[in-house]
C-alpha cells in the first residue's frame, strides 16, 4: 500500500480504523510525525467523519442533498482558531 510507504505504517485491511484515525490526524496537522497531508480524495466515510479546519475547498464527484450536504460542507467551514478557542472554554 502507497500510504504505508510512505508514512512508514502498517495498515492492513484489519486494521482500517487505525489506518483511518491516521489519516485524521495527518488533515488536522496533528500528526505527531509532522508529516501531514494537503490533499484528500474522500469517500463516504470520511466525508463526515472529521474536522478539517484549515481544509478550503471541496470537490464532488457526484450530488450531495441533505444530511450529507450540509455535513460536507460544515466540515470545512470553521475557523480554526475560533474552534481552539470553544475546545479550551469546555
Same mark, same amino acid.
Given at each position: 500500500?502507497?500510504?504505508?510507504? $510512505?508514512?512508514?505504517?502498517?495498515?492492513?485491511?484489519?486494521?482500517?480504523?487505525?489506518?483511518?484515525?491516521?489519516?485524521?490526524?495527518?488533515?488536522? %496537522?496533528?500528526?505527531? #510525525? %509532522?508529516?501531514?497531508?494537503?490533499?484528500?480524495?474522500?469517500?463516504?466515510?470520511?466525508?463526515?467523519?472529521? #474536522?478539517?479546519? $484549515?481544509?478550503?475547498?471541496?470537490?464532488?464527484?457526484?450530488?450531495? %442533498?441533505?444530511?450529507?450536504?450540509?455535513?460536507?460542507?460544515?466540515?470545512?467551514?470553521?475557523?480554526?482558531?475560533?474552534?481552539?478557542?470553544?475546545? #479550551?472554554?469546555?
Amino acid at each position: 500500500m502507497a500510504y504505508n510507504k $510512505e508514512f512508514g505504517t502498517s495498515f492492513g485491511m484489519e486494521h482500517a480504523a487505525g489506518y483511518t484515525q491516521n489519516v485524521t490526524s495527518r488533515l488536522n %496537522k496533528s500528526s505527531t #510525525d %509532522k508529516n501531514y497531508l494537503d490533499l484528500v480524495i474522500v469517500v463516504d466515510q470520511l466525508l463526515t467523519g472529521f #474536522d478539517a479546519p $484549515e481544509l478550503n475547498t471541496l470537490y464532488f464527484d457526484r450530488t450531495l %442533498k441533505g444530511a450529507g450536504l450540509i455535513q460536507a460542507y460544515s466540515r470545512t467551514n470553521r475557523i480554526a482558531d475560533m474552534q481552539k478557542n470553544l475546545r #479550551d472554554a469546555l
